[in-house]
């Protein structure tokens, strides 16, 4: 038997309580800091939450008749978990009968136990009420406004969940006892952790950090620098086939975290499956700014960006005409840059993938919540302190959006049951938080998702041309997935109808991320595809075909007859630019996280 399943050791409950006691004072000292500097801005803005109850509690005064509806409800409900549980008699409402399929609770002590199994499924039948009486008395609200109350009360919900806390979660109870008290000492350290690791507030660590090295388990796709600037460095990857084709591919991924999303362990590679593909693979790796890019604009990132690479890769490949790939914001990127090309009569870029990208900004799915003209003036008000929004705001923001699994599902593990995350590649990307320079990202949220001006022909001017996405008209695909939290695929579709040209859509399973990174040969998720391009999404999705396995081969047949004619390899350094280092490069490797490597 391990020695963690006797009961608490002596030694073990002191070495536990000196790691408390040398974390206490340091957390401490940073909430002290933090409050003596005026650091207190939160994403979601606590001002926006409070007025959200507000209204919520108003609505409930104004539709009194249909709270205390669901009140008898809700009594009627626990009457006959109660009859059920207790005396075998009746039938149990639907709501709790749920709780069996929900698998926060599928643990055994949950139903060994009658008491606990009453939890669950009077805590169901709960929610059940609380979330259609919203749904009632909230409905003659704003749609923004009615979103944001319905989001809110939503969280609440899960977060009173009898899992989330140690005396009504028997699986915690159940470690308590095998451990005594162990699991909550470890736990409690855990906390410190993560707190000193956010300077004073609490970033949950979602996997274990020190399992994975940049180069070595992740981002390991062989290549090197071959050009670089103030913004980004442009990466060009090793070939790995005898000949290649002629069009080189330049991905364009988003700043708003790291490339190598792209890039984790090798089976889940894109990069490394496209180089496989005999295709030369340029990369975009942007920079982690600080305080002193603050005054870089979109603009900035679209001539330092993907208009900079363009001249780098004719000089490394010789090889003007190319193809393109954007990934959610470096997709929206993507097509003002070749609205811009389109402007100057430049026809370099052959084709355009779009991989979740908005560019009609109409539906933005449940990030409405956090952007709005009042919350972005609270973001500008930090920004112009800091001269960037740092990239915790937003990774907490897009946790809340999945809170039951990337919040309180690290609160009972890490912290009650005390137990260390487990080694996920995703999990590690996306704790690799990268900032935003202010006057770009306050650019970003006003012109696209605040007054959806992409959309308009001429809404937006960069660089001195007027945009219009119509005005593209090479051949684009565009790859949306059916459970986007970010870019929902409704919202892809209609961005997909902007541009002019040959279009392809398809449409993954799974959601932002999982969705895209579904390698070919994976049995997971699938995908939709239809040649016709009806007005409404829906349309389209009615008659569509549905197809297993990943979308990626779909991808690589699209753009077969894009790709040129084969030529011989080239290796980074043969062309006129000189190899600066080895992938994944330096400026992948800033980190805003001290306890994952200091800038």
């Given amino acids: 038997m391990a020695d963690r399943d006797h009961p608490l050791a002596p030694e073990r409950a002191r070495r536990e309580l000196t790691r408390i006691s040398a974390l206490?004072?340091?957390?401490?000292?940073?909430?002290?800091?933090?409050?003596?500097?005026?650091?207190?801005?939160?994403?979601?803005?606590?001002?926006?939450?409070?007025?959200?109850?507000?209204?919520?509690g108003l609505q409930m005064l104004r539709h009194w008749g249909r709270v205390a509806e669901s009140q008898?409800?809700?009594?009627?409900?626990?009457?006959?978990?109660?009859?059920?549980?207790?005396?075998?008699?009746?039938?149990?409402?639907e709501a709790a009968a749920a709780a069996c399929e929900d698998r926060r609770f599928q643990g055994e002590p949950w139903r060994a136990n009658l008491a606990f199994d009453v939890l669950r499924q009077s805590y169901h039948a709960?929610?059940?009420?609380?979330?259609?009486?919203?749904?009632?008395?909230?409905?003659?609200?704003?749609?923004?406004?009615?979103?944001?109350?319905?989001?809110?009360?939503?969280?609440?919900?899960?977060?009173?969940?009898?899992?989330?806390?140690?005396?009504?979660?028997?699986?915690?109870?159940?470690?308590?006892?095998?451990?005594?008290?162990?699991?909550?000492?470890?736990?409690?350290?855990?906390a410190l952790e993560d707190l000193a690791r956010g300077h004073g507030q609490l970033r949950i660590s979602q996997t274990r950090i020190d399992d994975f090295e940049l180069g070595r388990d992740i981002a390991a796709t062989p290549g090197k620098v071959v050009y670089q600037n103030a913004l980004m460095q442009?990466?060009?990857?090793?070939?790995?086939?005898?000949?290649?084709?002629?069009?080189?591919?330049?991905?364009?991924?988003?700043?708003?975290?790291?490339?190598?999303?792209?890039?984790?362990?090798?089976?889940?590679?894109?990069?490394?499956?496209?180089?496989?593909?005999?295709?030369?693979?340029?990369?975009?790796?942007?920079?982690?700014?600080?305080?002193?890019?603050?005054?870089?604009?979109?603009?900035?990132?679209?001539?330092?960006?993907?208009?900079?690479a363009l001249d780098a890769i004719e000089q490394a490949t010789g090889e003007r005409e190319i193809n393109t790939i954007g990934y959610c914001i470096g997709?929206?990127?993507?097509?003002?840059?070749?609205?811009?090309?389109?402007?100057?009569?430049?026809?370099?870029?052959?084709?355009?993938?779009?991989?979740?990208?908005?560019?009609?900004?109409?539906?933005?799915?449940?990030?409405?919540?956090?952007?709005?003209?009042?919350?972005?003036?609270?973001?500008?008000?930090?920004?112009?302190?800091?001269?960037?929004?740092?990239?915790?705001?937003?990774?907490?923001?897009?946790?809340?959006l999945q809170a039951r699994d990337l919040i309180w599902g690290g609160v009972v593990n890490n912290y009650l049951m005390g137990r260390e995350p487990s080694a996920f590649d995703l999990?590690?990307?996306?704790?690799?938080?990268?900032?935003?320079?202010?006057?770009?990202?306050?650019?970003?949220?006003?012109?696209?998702?605040?007054?959806?001006?992409l959309r308009e022909p001429g809404g937006i001017t960069l660089a001195g041309e007027a945009i219009d996405l119509a005005s593209i008209d090479i051949p684009a695909f565009f790859l949306a997935t059916q459970r986007d939290h970010i870019a929902p695929w409704t919202g892809c579709y209609r961005s997909a109808r902007l541009p002019g040209g040959d279009k392809r859509f398809v449409l993954g399973g799974s959601g932002h991320i999982a969705g895209v990174i579904n390698p070919e040969g994976s049995p997971k998720y699938?995908?939709?595809?239809?040649?016709?391009?009806?007005?409404?999404?829906?349309?389209?999705?009615?008659?569509?075909?549905?197809?297993?396995?990943?979308?990626?081969?779909?991808?690589?047949?699209?753009?077969?007859?894009?790709?040129?004619?084969?030529?011989?390899?080239?290796?980074?350094?043969?062309?006129?630019?000189?190899?600066?280092e080895d992938a994944p490069g330096t400026f992948v490797r800033t980190r805003a996280d001290r306890s994952m490597g200091a800038d």
């Fill in 526 to 580: 699938g995908y939709w595809t239809n040649d016709e391009q009806p007005d409404e999404p829906e349309q389209w999705l009615a008659g569509a075909t549905a197809h297993e396995g990943s979308w990626w081969p779909a991808w690589r047949d699209w753009l077969a007859p894009l790709r040129g004619d084969e030529v011989n390899t080239r290796q980074p350094g043969d062309g006129a630019l000189d190899v600066i």
């Fill in 234 to 308: 442009l990466i060009q990857y090793s070939p790995t086939t005898e000949t290649v084709a002629r069009h080189p591919l330049l991905i364009v991924p988003p700043w708003i975290n790291k490339y190598y999303i792209l890039d984790l362990v090798p089976r889940k590679s894109f990069i490394q499956w496209a180089v496989n593909q005999g295709l030369t693979v340029f990369l975009i790796s942007w920079v982690n700014p600080d305080a002193s890019y603050a005054e870089v604009t979109f603009e900035d990132y679209m001539q330092r960006g993907p208009l900079a």
């Fill in 126 to 190: 709960a929610a059940h009420q609380i979330r259609e009486a919203t749904q009632d008395i909230t409905a003659g609200l704003g749609p923004q406004e009615r979103d944001r109350v319905r989001f809110y009360t939503e969280r609440t919900v899960e977060a009173l969940a009898p899992t989330n806390h140690a005396a009504t979660n028997p699986e915690v109870l159940q470690e308590t006892l095998r451990t005594g008290g162990e699991n909550l000492l470890r736990g409690s350290r855990h």
């Fill in 427 to 453: 999990l590690y990307w996306n704790a690799d938080s990268t900032r935003m320079p202010y006057r770009m990202q306050s650019f970003y949220l006003r012109n696209m998702y605040l007054h959806n001006r």
């Fill in 331 to 400: 997709g929206t990127l993507l097509a003002c840059t070749l609205a811009w090309l389109r402007a100057r009569d430049d026809e370099r870029v052959q084709s355009a993938t779009f991989f979740t990208s908005l560019l009609d900004f109409s539906d933005v799915g449940p990030l409405s919540v956090f952007i709005d003209a009042e919350q972005i003036e609270y973001m500008e008000a930090e920004m112009s302190q800091r001269g960037y929004l740092d990239g915790s705001h937003l990774a907490n923001a897009f946790n809340l």
């Fill in 72 to 93: 008898a409800h809700l009594c009627r409900d626990w009457t006959l978990i109660w009859q059920r549980n207790w005396l075998g008699t009746g039938e149990l409402p």
């Fill in 24 to 56: 206490t004072p340091i957390t401490i000292s940073d909430w002290l800091h933090r409050q003596a500097h005026g650091d207190r801005f939160t994403l979601p803005h606590p001002a926006v939450m409070r007025d959200a109850f507000n209204q919520l």
